[in-house]
T-cell receptor, first 114, second 115 residues
């Protein structure tokens, strides 16, 4: 059974710091991995999507890496800002095709202090 | 960009009543939509896959007679929580995608409180 774990559960950093969020999954047979942002009481915003054949994706200050063989992904946030404060969720599509069914980690709640 | 709209954003109902939640893809057609549930301080759990023109597929442990799903058109899926109880209080979120290699887009969720 595929399980997704995110560490740490919570993180607080001062503004301007670079930071890394970690995601691990137990079964390397994934179709893709996606990072989302969730603000309190809100839905999810897709940040980055990495296909199983890719190693990383970048968007602005965000960079996500994927090491499928070791079952790990990281989300790197450069020069963090207070507006980055949110919960970040990692999710995988398990299997060899895009079923659209996502298995989520518990999330990392980030607080960036001004 | 692709947008998924969910309505209502918040609903309070009495125990025993039914509540309908709508999920719409605003600028694309979605043959498949997904319904998730999120309890406080927990992650999202997939409840069911909504298929346009056919029956929904439910995940293990989700009661299909309690959570009725209808996907009558390519842009609309509805989730009806029947005979709601306080333990059904949760955050319900739908998602839809534009294709095999596109990211999934999520609605803003519906906060259901059953009193």
């Amino acid at each position: 059974k595929q399980e997704v774990t995110q560490i740490p559960a919570a993180l607080s950093v001062p503004e301007g710091e670079n930071l890394v969020l970690n995601c691990s999954f137990t079964d390397s047979a994934i179709y893709n991995l996606q990072w989302f942002r969730q603000d309190p009481g809100k839905g999810l915003t897709s940040l980055l999507l990495i296909q199983s054949s890719q190693r990383e994706q970048t968007s602005g200050r965000l960079n996500a890496s994927l090491d499928k063989s070791s079952g790990r992904s990281t989300l790197y946030i450069a020069a963090s800002q207070p507006g980055d404060s949110a919960t970040y969720l990692c999710a995988v599509t398990h299997g060899s095709s895009n079923t659209g069914k996502l298995i989520f980690g518990q999330g990392t709640t980030l607080q960036v202090k001004p | 960009g692709a947008v998924v709209s969910q309505h209502p954003s918040r609903v309070i109902c009495k125990s025993g009543t039914s509540v309908k939640i709508e999920c719409r893809s605003l600028d694309f057609q979605a043959t498949t939509m997904f319904w998730y549930r999120q309890f406080p301080k927990q992650s999202l759990m997939l409840m069911a896959t909504s298929n346009e023109g056919s029956k929904a597929t439910y995940e293990q442990g989700v009661e299909k007679d309690k959570f009725l799903i209808n996907h009558a058109s390519l842009t609309l899926s509805t989730l009806t929580v029947t005979s709601a109880h306080p333990e059904d209080s949760s955050f319900y979120i739908c998602s839809a995608g534009q294709g095999a290699r596109s990211p999934l887009h999520f609605g803003n969720g519906t906060r259901l409180t059953v009193t």
